[in-house]
């Protein structure tokens, strides 16, 4: 079936050690995003590629950044992480931007920071 | 700026009938989404809307009003399985998706 993967489903951390969060999708969308999300609260977009074009939120830290070496794949590198990063990390897909397409998510990555 | 609002909580038996509201105030609109979300795990789509009017799908359906700024999902037949988090999302003039921050549902035997 095609899919939204993201490794690792859990990920334990240290504050301050870099850590790297992937996702790899197998529907051949064009768009891929980065969401962080908090209990009880909305997802956040972090930023989207629309193939290779990057697009980042206003708000979002310098402390995240992401690659996306092919169509297939997409890191979120966390730089520094601090207590305040911890969240689930959802990847989501869509077959563009600008139209109604639904996002097809990933199971999400749940960051924990000691 | 741009807002979207769900009750926190709702509660409902099993059987039975819930409806979830979301108001919404965005610049500009182009469709409203409803998202299901079980605990730690990610949203999967239930259904757009971008018309007024009710979109039934099974057990679900859900309403827009474009001119209240108003929409609401419908569950009918409630399970078990139905417990979770609903999220409300829309797209704005520029095709940014504006995320409501969910519905948590508890359904009681």
């Known amino acids: 079936d095609a899919m939204v993967i993201q490794n690792p489903r859990y990920q334990v951390t240290q504050f301050g050690k870099p850590v790297t969060l992937s996702c790899s999708q197998t529907l051949n969308h064009n768009v891929m995003y980065w969401y962080q999300q908090k209990s009880s609260q909305a997802p956040k977009l972090l930023f989207h590629y629309y193939d290779k074009d990057f697009n980042n939120e206003a708000d979002t830290p310098d402390n995240f950044q992401s690659r996306r070496p092919n169509t297939s794949f997409c890191f979120l590198d966390i730089r520094s992480p601090g207590l305040g990063d911890a969240a689930m990390y959802l990847c989501?897909?869509?077959?563009?931007?600008?139209?109604?397409?639904?996002?097809?998510f990933g199971n999400g990555t749940r960051l924990t920071v000691t | 700026g741009q807002n979207i609002d769900q009750p926190t909580e709702m509660t409902a038996t099993e059987g039975a009938i819930v409806q979830i509201n979301c108001t919404y105030q965005t610049s500009g609109f182009n469709g409203l989404f409803w998202y299901q979300q079980h605990a730690g795990e990610a949203p999967t789509f239930l259904s757009y809307?971008?018309l007024d009017g009710l979109e039934e799908k099974g057990r679900f359906s859900s309403f827009l009003s474009r001119s209240k700024g108003y929409s609401y999902l419908l569950l009918k037949e409630l399970q078990m399985k139905d417990s979770a988090s609903y999220l409300c999302a829309v797209l704005d003039s520029n095709y940014q998706l504006i995320w409501g921050a969910g519905t948590k549902l508890i359904i009681k035997p």
């Open positions: 809307n971008v």
């Open positions: 989501a897909t869509s077959g563009s931007t600008g139209d109604n397409s639904p996002l097809h």
